[in-house]
C-alpha cells in the first residue's frame, strides 16, 4: 500500500502563486507516476499535471501549462505543483494520486490505484 498526504492548500487572491505538496509514504518504491488532479463543486475530477518518478518526464493540462509547474523530490518521496498566475477557475480540491504501473497516458483518474485525502485551493477574485 501507499498512503498519500497532501498539504499547502489554502485561501489566495487571483494572480497570487500558492504551492503545494504530497507526501508518500509505505510502499513507494512501487510508484511508476504521480499525479495531480482537482475537482470543483459540481464538476467531475480533472488532469492538471503528472510526473514520471523514475525519470523527469511531465505532463500538463493545456489549462495550467506555463503556470503551473510538477516537480518531485525522490529522496523524500514528495511531490510539489507550484502554481502561478491563480485565477479564480483554479479552485478546487486538489488530490494527489500514485499508479503503481505504466500507463502512457497519465490523465485519467481511473488508472491511479492510490488516492490522497485533498487539500482545498480557493482563489478569490
Known amino acids: 500500500q501507499v498512503q498519500l498526504v497532501e498539504s499547502g492548500g489554502g485561501l489566495v487572491q487571483a494572480g497570487d502563486s500558492l504551492r503545494i505538496s504530497c507526501a508518500a509514504s509505505g510502499r513507494s518504491s512501487r510508484i511508476i507516476t504521480m499525479a495531480w488532479f482537482r475537482q470543483a463543486p459540481g464538476k467531475e475530477r480533472e488532469f492538471v499535471a503528472a510526473?514520471?518518478?523514475?525519470?523527469?518526464?511531465?505532463y500538463y493540462a493545456d489549462s495550467v501549462k506555463g503556470r503551473f509547474t510538477i516537480s518531485k523530490d525522490n529522496a523524500s518521496n514528495t511531490m510539489y505543483l507550484q502554481m502561478h498566475s491563480l485565477k479564480p477557475d483554479a479552485t478546487a480540491v486538489y488530490y494527489c494520486a500514485a499508479d503503481a504501473h505504466f500507463n502512457s497516458i497519465p490523465d485519467r483518474p481511473s488508472d491511479y490505484e492510490y488516492w490522497g485525502q485533498g487539500t482545498q485551493v480557493t482563489v478569490s477574485s
Open positions: 510526473i514520471r518518478w523514475f525519470n523527469t518526464n511531465t
